[in-house]
Antibody, heavy 114, light 107 residues
Framework: QVQLQESGPGLVKPSQTLSLTCTVS??????????WSWIRQPAGKGLEWIGR???????NYNPSLKSRVTISMDTSKNQFSLRLSSVTAADTAVYYC??????WGRGTLVTVSS | EIVLTQSPDTLSLSPGERATLSCRAS???????LAWYQQIPGQAPRLLIY???NRATGIPDRFSGSASGTDFTLTISRLEPEDFAVYYC????????FGQGTKVEIK
């Protein structure tokens, strides 16, 4: 059974870069017909897809965030990562990683504040 | 961007009743790429239905999904206490988007 776990700083200053890592266990991120996504959810609000990376390494991003987002993978560590630059308070949210939307991590809260 | 509009925003029902949740897409969506999720407060979303009508692994058969053009429906045949939650539809083709959610609350 594949499991995902998000990790990273819980507090980021405005204008800085948010960096999160998703560690995958129970399966390889570089094999199979899968993609690996990041999704976020501000407190009390709905879900927003951020982007995804395929096992091939190709990516696609939410057009509204594309200029600030980079998703990458480290197959040696079985991890994939999110970088979101120039953050503001509007980027405060619980961030989830997921495999093809059928397996999700528990989420990690990131607050943007000085 | 494909906008998904869910209705109603809130559904107040009693255990044992039938719940019908709707999701309308702003443009054509392949049924192959339409999913439904359940989210209990403090937890990650859980995949219920994929491909508009296929139950995910371990999902009880009281949950069912259907499609008609740009309209999609999630039906819970008889509500159990653990079904009171927020439900989201999602299209996951080129640029995935989610509906705003429907809260199913205890009447």
């Amino acid at each position: 059974q594949v499991q995902l776990q998000e990790s990273g700083p819980g507090l980021v200053k405005p204008s800085q870069t948010l960096s999160l890592t998703c560690t995958v266990s129970g399966g390889s991120i570089s094999s199979g017909d899968y993609y690996w996504s990041w999704i976020r959810q501000p407190a009390g609000k709905g879900l927003e897809w951020i982007g995804r990376i395929y096992t091939s390494g190709s990516t696609n991003y939410n057009p509204s965030l594309k200029s600030r987002v980079t998703i990458s993978m480290d197959t040696s560590k079985n991890q994939f990562s999110l970088r979101l630059s120039s953050v503001t308070a509007a980027d405060t949210a619980v961030y989830y990683c997921a495999r093809k939307f059928d397996h999700w991590g528990r989420g990690t809260l990131v607050t943007v504040s000085s | 961007e494909i906008v998904l509009t869910q209705s109603p925003d809130t559904l107040s029902l009693s255990p044992g009743e039938r719940a019908t949740l709707s999701c309308r897409a702003s443009q054509s969506v392949s049924s192959f790429y339409l999913a439904w999720y359940q989210q209990i407060p403090g937890q990650a979303p859980r995949l219920l239905i994929y491909g508009a009508s296929n139950r995910a692994t371990g999902i009880p058969d009281r949950f069912s999904g259907s499609a008609s053009g740009t309209d999609f429906t999630l039906t819970i045949s008889r509500l159990e206490p653990e079904d009171f939650a927020v439900y989201y539809c999602q299209q996951y083709d080129n640029s995935p988007t989610f509906g705003q959610g429907t809260k199913v609350e205890i009447k």
